[in-house]
């Protein structure tokens, strides 16, 4: 989440666990698991995990924990009254603090707690609970972290041997009817949309899922309704293998294939079009050695090529081009589609690693190597082995992560991006211009597109997320843009009376496809 405040994480300390991530390469720390503390305490001053404020981060990451329910928020400003839908969020909320040998885990790991704001009628409604998956209930119950560094099982309690380690703190999705809470490492867990309430604590699609995993970041098909996802590391810990897979709108398993990827790398994001899947292997890589050590799944090993993969969607796999260019990394998609047999890929690419606190095998994080500006990948599937994919960088003068386009144009040609860095920035592929909202004093989680009205042009609407204001401890605020204008500042702002749980992503749901008891 490379240079910004914008982006939830807080540069200062996110630097202080790129030290333990080299430490950890460097010497090791496999110390044999010691009882946990029977005291809940966390650390005043956190490594990576946890810690008062945050200790890997200034909002997602921070010790949160407390489930609330508000009714009718203090609202500021002019909600448009017909403004009516759910802004859910989710992120990392540390559950129970780590024993003492594990408390250089990173802010990632942190339970999934999920917040969400029902807005209709000029009113808003406040929730959030934690995902009450496997992990959860069974550090519940014992009252103790059980689960010890980011996703690296040898280094958990045995109590909990067989148990789904996903955190469900990544991404939410909606689709037929339920609320998906994600983790890339697990199957998604469902939730009720409405009381936010577990339903199921490992999905798999009635069975139609074959991968042992499910990434954060689904697409759905505006034309069908199809939701398109994909697991990588889907035959276990460790494996190159990915499942590619669609559900129709009423969650049935229509198509899936299976491909390798050329290394075992995070793959947290893909591109999706009407004709295409793409998938980009970067060198953030799967690490035996550092795994062996206690260490976190992945480092960054600028020795290996990047891969771009494109295959034909609805296909077998088999004619999946890995097409070699040198080592970079992108995390998110900001849009994607096919001119024929063209892709058009946009990510929130840079030169090097994006986060700090996964560690790197040759060299010091570079602070300047992770800043992320929004880069366009292009590949010609009539060509075949081709000798590179194209790579260009747009809006050189916009840098930020957490890309984010309006959700209705998933794989389909699109104009208007968001890039989250220092405020939010509104970009125009048409015009070229960028907008950018900031709030100086504020940290901004992630902003999420809300479409005006159902039929609303693309980009015309609002841009809606949480402000935490640092001289608050930070204290919440929702605000809601118009991207007619975004620069003018906030519309409406819904004032919260405390710090709400961090946030990773956000997304939006139109009042009208939730369920009926509404
Ligand atoms: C990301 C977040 C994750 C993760 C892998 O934002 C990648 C990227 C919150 O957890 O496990
Ligand atoms: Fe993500």
């Known amino acids: 989440m490379g240079d910004s405040n914008g982006s939830g994480m807080d540069r200062r300390a996110l630097l202080g666990g790129?030290?333990?991530?080299?430490g950890l390469i460097a010497g090791g720390v496999a110390a044999a698991p010691q009882a946990a503390e029977a005291q809940v305490l966390f650390p005043k001053a956190g490594g990576g995990f946890g810690g008062p404020f945050g200790g890997g981060g200034s909002v997602a990451g921070a010790v949160c924990r407390s489930e609330n329910d508000l009714y009718d928020c203090e609202v500021e400003g002019k909600l448009p009254a017909d403004l009516d839908g759910v802004f859910y969020r989710v992120g990392p909320?540390?559950?129970?603090p780590k024993p003492p040998q594990w408390t250089m885990d990173i802010p990632f790991d942190g339970e999934g707690h999920i917040s969400m704001f029902r807005i209709k009628d000029g009113h808003v409604d406040f929730r959030s609970r934690y995902a009450r998956n496997q992990r959860w209930k069974a550090q519940h119950a014992?009252?103790?972290?059980?689960?010890g560094m980011y996703r690296n099982p040898a280094t958990d309690d045995p109590s909990v041997k067989g148990l789904s380690r996903g955190t469900a703190n990544t991404q939410i999705v909606y689709h037929h009817n339920r609320l998906f809470?994600?983790?890339?490492?697990?199957?998604p867990v469902a939730m009720d949309p409405l009381t936010l309430e577990t339903t199921d604590d490992y999905y798999t699609f009635g069975g139609g899922m074959k991968s042992l995993t499910f990434t954060a970041h689904p697409k759905i098909d505006p034309h069908t309704g199809e939701m398109i996802a994909f697991g990588y590391e889907a035959k276990g810990f460790y494996t190159p293998d990915i499942e590619v897979f669609s559900c129709d709108k009423t969650g049935k398993v229509n198509w899936s294939a299976w491909v390798k990827s050329p290394y075992t790398c995070m793959i947290h994001d893909f591109g999706v079009t009407q004709k295409h899947i793409a998938f980009l292997a970067t060198p953030l890589a799967a690490n035996q050695e550092l795994l062996a050590k206690g260490g976190p799944h992945w480092a960054w090993d600028s020795s290996l090529p990047s891969y771009l993969g494109v295959m034909r969607?609805?296909?077998?796999?088999?004619?999946?081009?890995?097409?070699?260019?040198?080592?970079?990394?992108?995390?998110?998609?900001m849009g994607a589609w096919s001119e024929g047999d063209k892709l058009y890929f946009d990510v929130d690419g840079a030169p090097g690693n994006q986060f700090p606190f996964f560690p790197s095998v040759h060299e010091p994080f570079d602070p300047?190597?992770?800043?992320?500006?929004?880069?366009?990948?292009?590949?010609?599937?009539s060509t075949k082995n081709p000798d590179g994919y194209g790579r260009e960088t747009l809006f050189p003068q916009i840098t930020g992560a957490l890309s984010r386009q309006d959700d209705r144009y998933h794989t389909v040609p699109y104009r208007w991006?968001?890039?989250?860095?220092?405020?939010?920035?509104?970009?125009?592929?048409q015009t070229g211009k960028a907008q950018t909202f900031t709030l100086p004093g504020a940290m901004l989680a992630e902003a999420t597109f809300v479409p005006r009205h159902r039929n609303a042009?693309?980009?015309d609407g609002y841009l809606i997320g949480v402000a935490s204001h640092m001289k608050e401890n930070g204290r919440s605020d929702l605000l809601i843009v118009d991207t007619q204008d975004i620069a003018a500042g906030p519309i409406a702002t819904v004032h919260m009376p405390y710090r709400v749980v961090g946030q990773i992503h956000g997304l939006w749901v139109p009042g009208d496809q939730l369920p009926k008891h509404a």
């Open 142 to 147: 014992a009252r103790r972290s059980l689960f």
């Open 368 to 381: 300047k190597a992770s800043v992320g500006r929004v880069v366009r990948l292009t590949a010609d599937m």
């Open 417 to 429: 991006g968001i890039l989250n860095g220092g405020g939010w920035n509104l970009l125009d592929h």
């Open 18 to 22: 790129a030290a333990l991530g080299a």
């Open 181 to 187: 809470a994600m983790k890339e490492d697990s199957p």
């Open 313 to 333: 969607r609805g296909g077998d796999g088999s004619d999946i081009q890995w097409i070699k260019g040198p080592g970079w990394m992108a995390t998110h998609t």
């Open 93 to 96: 909320d540390p559950q129970y």
């Open 457 to 459: 042009p693309e980009g």
